[in-house]
């Protein structure tokens, strides 16, 4: 594998989010189109059609959007615990999701005094990732 840093450290999997995204897209215009152009005798099915659309584009939103919960969890509490066994002290509860997900990818070395300086500075995730020196990948993401 090559090396993962700031720069590509973003995940995209082309069936998913290319290709299911496109596809679903084309089916809800085509389907509001449809519901547009049919006659009385279609409209029904027409509207059916378009709220299928909906379900299926409301599915591929909220599968991953809960997945990437439940991964930003795993993660909060993963860092929690590096962080308590490299300076035996509970992680700043004023850091945020957002923040604890980019100290993820800092080394060992690094991570108590960015996490330090992430709490006093108010940086963000992607100025925790700049700041980042030792990159530790992250390949499981998804």
Do not use: C
């Amino acid at each position: 594998m090559k090396e993962q840093h700031v720069g590509n450290h973003t995940r995209i999997v082309p069936m998913y989010h290319i290709l299911t995204g496109l596809a679903l897209l084309a089916l809800l215009i085509g389907s509001i189109r449809h519901l547009i152009v049919a006659g009385d005798t279609e409209r029904y099915n027409a509207s059916l059609i378009v709220l299928i659309s909906l379900i299926l584009l409301s599915l591929y939103i909220h599968a991953r959007t809960f997945a990437l919960k439940a991964q930003d969890r795993a993660i909060r509490a993963e860092e929690s615990l590096r962080y308590y066994i490299l300076t035996g002290k509970r992680l700043d509860a004023r850091l945020g999701y957002g923040q604890v997900i980019a100290l993820r990818f800092a080394s060992d070395e690094e991570l108590p005094a960015l996490a330090d300086r992430a709490v006093s500075e108010g940086m963000s995730s992607k100025d925790i990732k700049s700041a980042i020196k030792s990159w530790r990948a992250d390949w499981h993401r998804v």
